[in-house]
């Protein structure tokens, strides 16, 4: 079947450090790969995407690469704010007639001072 | 820009009463997404449309019913809800002109007592 499976949190880290969340995936056929990140009592908003292998989503300085060989799609980013902390979701979309989201179980990112 | 919104934004019900929850599309979005969300877990796909109709079915329990409306607005009914049934409860649309578009509400906090 469709999942996608995230580290586990909480991630702590200091501002300004390197920032790595991954994310694996099983799935048939060649899902496109999502993150979105949730603030707290906030709905989820998207930060990248990618639709195929090798594609490279980035935002606000997060970046994401699709990796079919290992089939990963982790989060990155070299310098984390404060600001980022937040809860970050790794999703895949299935290729149906829906496109509905299956979403990994998330990962709490606190970034102090 | 207009948003998902989702209504009510809270909600608490006792066990064994009736909850509608609203979502209210981003217009010219003719698919919606119905997602539970339980405290520090990942959203779990409930119910999709399109045009009107049911396109697909997660893990809805049977006490639980959804249409969406000729305004593309869609309704969850939720009936002899149980405890276990508190959570947050999301929707995110999607324009047909952008298949990796999905807008996402703030959520509809359910608190069951």
């Known amino acids: 079947g469709n999942s996608v499976t995230q580290m586990e949190g909480p991630v702590t880290l200091s501002e300004e450090a390197f920032l790595t969340i991954n994310c694996t995936y099983t799935?048939?056929?060649?899902?496109?790969l999502f993150w979105y990140v949730q603030y707290p009592g906030e709905g989820l908003q998207l930060l990248l995407k990618?639709?195929?292998?090798?594609d490279k989503g980035s935002n606000k300085g997060f970046e994401a690469t699709y990796r079919k060989e290992t089939t990963s799609f982790h989060l990155e980013k070299g310098s984390v704010q404060v600001s980022d902390s937040a809860v970050y979701f790794c999703?895949?979309?299935?290729?149906?007639?829906?496109?509905?989201?299956?979403f990994g179980s998330g990962t709490r990112l606190l970034v102090r001072p | 820009a207009a948003g998902v919104i989702q209504s009510p934004r809270h909600l608490i019900k006792e066990k064994r009463e009736t909850a509608t929850l609203k979502c209210y599309p981003i217009?010219?979005?003719?698919?919606v997404y119905w997602y539970q969300q339980g405290p520090g877990q990942d959203p779990q796909f409930l119910i999709s449309f399109y045009e009107k109709m049911q396109s697909d079915k997660g893990s809805i329990p049977d006490r639980f019913s959804a249409q969406q409306f000729s305004d593309y607005h869609s309704e969850l009914n939720m009936s002899s809800l149980e405890l276990g049934d508190s959570a947050l409860y999301f929707c995110a649309s999607r324009s047909p002109r952008d298949s990796y578009g999905y807008t996402f509400g703030s959520g509809t906090r359910l608190t069951v007592v």
């Open positions: 217009p010219r979005h003719d698919t």
């Open positions: 999703a895949l979309r299935r290729v149906d007639s829906s496109y509905k989201l299956i």
């Open positions: 990618a639709t195929k292998a090798d």
């Open positions: 799935a048939t056929g060649y899902p496109s």
